[in-house]
C-alpha cells in the first residue's frame, strides 16, 4: 500500500494547509510553522486528519497530520516543540516511523540530539524511517549550488552521514522564494533508498513562501 504525503512549512497559514488537503487528499501532511493558537499548540485542524504534536509546548513549530483511517501512534518521547513524531503501522505489521522537523538555529543541538534518537528507535524497532521538514540550511548534500560553510550546515551534515541516511530531494528546483532569494532549504530523508518514490516540489507557492513537497513511501 502506498501512504501520499505532503511536506511543507505553511508560515502560519490556515489556508496554506485547507487548499492542499482538500485539492490533494494527502494520507499525511508534515507541517512546519503551522498556524498556533493562545497556548502555542497547533491550530491547524482539517476535517478527515488527527493532529499529532508535542503534547507540552510553548510555541509548536511542527506537526503532523493523519488521516483519521490510517493507523499510527504518536511516540511523546520524540517530540518536542521542534519535532513531531508517529509511527505508522504497515503491513505484516511493518512500522515506519515518520517525523515532521523545524530546525531553528538556536535549537539545533536539541533538534540533532532528540534527531539521533528518533534514528535510534528506528534501528531498535527494524523499521523504515522518514525525516522531513524545514531544515533552514545550505547544502550540497540536498542540490543547493553550494554548502553555506556555517557551522549549522557541518552538524546537520556530520548527522547525516553518521547515520547512513539518504537525502531523497531531486533535482536543484527551489523549495522556497521570497521575492529575489530562491534556495532549497526544505528536506526529506530516509533510511531506506528505496522507500520514497515520486518526490516532487510543486510550481505554485501560495499562502506561504515555501512551495510543498509531495511524495509516497511504500
Known sequence: ????IFQRNVHR????IDEESITKKHDIMLIQEPPT????????????????????????RSCILVRNDLQCSQSNELCNDEISTVILEGQSKNKTIVSSIYIDHDKLQVTLDLLQKIVDKSVDLQCKLVLGGDFNAWSMLWNEKKTDPGAK??????????NGLNVCNVNDK?????????????????????????WFVEDEHTHS?????TYKIE
Open 1 to 4: 500500500m502506498s501512504i501520499l
Open 174 to 198: 527551489p523549495t522556497y522564494e521570497r521575492d529575489n532569494s530562491k534556495t532549497i532549504i526544505d528536506v526529506t530523508l530516509s533510511n531506506d533508498p528505496d522507500l520514497i518514490k515520486d
Open 37 to 60: 493558537a493562545a497556548s502555542g499548540a497547533s491550530s491547524a485542524k482539517v476535517t478527515g486528519y488527527q493532529t499529532k504534536q508535542a503534547e507540552v509546548c510553548n510555541r509548536i
Open 13 to 16: 497559514s490556515h489556508k496554506a
Open 209 to 213: 513562501d515555501h512551495r510543498a513537497i
Open 153 to 162: 550546515e557541518t552538524l546537520i551534515e556530520e548527522f547525516i552521514v553518521a
